[in-house]
């Protein structure tokens, strides 16, 4: 009766355990009910397997096999099938869940292994409260932590999918293969509650570091944000100061023309007009399109080319009112345009230049950057961890808020960066 109790007791707390996590853990893609009818008839499975293969004699590969499929394989697809997010992130998820999970078999079976003379109700109530507290953590620490980072983390996500293997082998090698871990008193106890503490702490330290980077992320947005507006500032207080120098010349103007006028120069007062039509020109304000977000950042790299000896083309269409918000808009093409002009200043070509293409086509804004770059730097449509910095790290942050996509190809000297919106 006890051994049946407690069987019964860990496989219940471990259920629940497993359906918690696959109902609370990601952004359900389902309703809630719809939910947790799967989730239940996955329980109701795996109890029915229970019951026959404790009352049936199996081969022990056989019962493993199972064991292994329903019960593990069975719960990944089922939480790929009813979460939201990327494939590579609900399995990430679910690897850490592993993690801990085994974590938990193996000081559930140390402990309980140490006492054998316990009362099976202890047993069972230190079987839920270390569970629970594992499973409270992941869900209230953890998850949230990764949900708020996610965004963040559009590239490298394999390296972290890889320490979880390097994670979960060790738990496992040092808490069941090759020897069980039995007892508190077992050699292995003490490296498994070492490795324990160090998974335990490791991912809320590694998910604060990347909010740190998105910190440094947002002050570089914000700085961005406050060097533009100063540069508008800077261009209207130069557009004031024009347009109050040219009202004062007016009247000198005025008065040249009308000289001329009765003194029936033609001929000179047709080279004074072409001379002041050319002047005004030459004053102008640089406007390339509609919208003032898009022209102060082009104005403010136009002329970091200029002094830099870059040569940059710029064709912008973009209209007055975008649906894109301007601190988006800044950080976006700001950042794409502030990296092709490293990269260009870096490329140490005979003549480096730049090309922004702005436009909007079929409901999409686009924005295409090429510029020179290093020979040796060669990728196709997506940029190698080890390039991306927080500049790129805060473009494809601020696409994806509105669905679009980015693209980075470097090949032949030549970097280019293609930004699609639909808008």
């Known amino acids: 009766m006890n051994s049946s109790f407690l069987l ?3 496989f219940l707390t471990v259920l629940f355990a497993h359906i918690a996590v696959g109902i609370f853990a990601m952004p359900l893609k389902y309703s809630k009910r719809v939910s947790v ?3 239940g008839c996955w329980g109701l499975v795996q109890f029915v397997l229970l019951s026959v293969t404790s009352r049936v004699t199996l081969p022990w590969g056989l019962t493993f ?20 997010g990327r494939v590579i992130e609900k399995l990430f998820i679910m690897l850490t869940y592993s993690n801990f999970f085994c974590i938990y078999m193996g000081a559930i079976t140390a402990l309980i ?36 980072s996610a965004n963040k983390i559009k590239k490298g996500m394999w390296s972290l999918i890889f320490a979880n293997i390097i994670f ?3 738990i496992v090698s040092l808490s069941v293969y090759p020897i069980k871990l039995t007892s508190i008193t077992a050699p292995q106890f003490l490296p498994f509650v070492l490795l324990s503490v ?5 991912y809320p330290v590694f998910f604060r570091s990347i909010e740190h980077m998105a910190a440094l992320a947002r002050e570089k947005s914000e700085r961005l944000n406050a060097d533009l507006l100063a540069a508008q500032i800077a261009s209207q207080e130069r557009e004031v100061a024009a347009a109050k120098q040219m009202r004062h010349d007016l009247r000198h103007h005025n008065q040249q023309i009308l000289a001329l006028l009765e003194a029936e120069e033609y001929a000179a007062l047709r080279e004074y007009l072409i001379a002041s039509t050319e002047q005004i020109d030459s004053s102008k304000l640089l406007r390339f399109c509609e919208n003032e977000t898009v022209n102060n950042v082009l104005r403010v790299y136009a002329k970091k080319a200029q002094e830099g000896n870059i040569k940059m083309d710029i064709v912008a269409l973009a209209e007055k009112d975008l649906p894109i918000a301007s601190n988006d808009i800044v950080t976006i093409l700001a950042n794409i345009v502030e990296n092709a002009y490293n990269g260009a200043r ?10 922004v293409s702005i436009s909007r086509k079929h409901g999409r804004f686009i924005i295409r950057c090429k510029n020179a770059c290093k020979s040796s730097l060669t990728f196709e449509d997506e940029m190698p961890d080890n ?11 601020a696409v994806n808020k509105y669905g679009g996509n980015c693209r980075f190809t470097a090949k032949n000297g030549e970097f280019s960066c293609v930004v699609i919106i639909e808008i």
């Open 8 to 10: 019964l007791s860990e």
């Open 168 to 170: 979960l082998l060790a």
């Open 65 to 84: 096999l199972i064991s292994f499929f329903s019960t593990y394989i069975g719960q990944y697809l089922l939480f790929f099938i009813l979460s939201e």
């Open 387 to 397: 390039l991306r910095g927080i500049g790129v790290s805060s473009i494809t942050s």
């Open 37 to 39: 009818l799967a989730w």
């Open 346 to 355: 870096a490329s140490k070509q005979n003549e480096p230049y730049i090309s």
């Open 198 to 202: 160090v998974v335990l702490a490791v």
């Open 113 to 148: 292994g140490s006492f054998p003379s316990s009362p099976p109700l202890v047993s069972v109530i230190m079987r839920f409260l270390l569970l629970g507290a594992i499973v409270l953590f992941f869900l209230k620490e953890l998850c949230p932590m990764y949900r708020e």
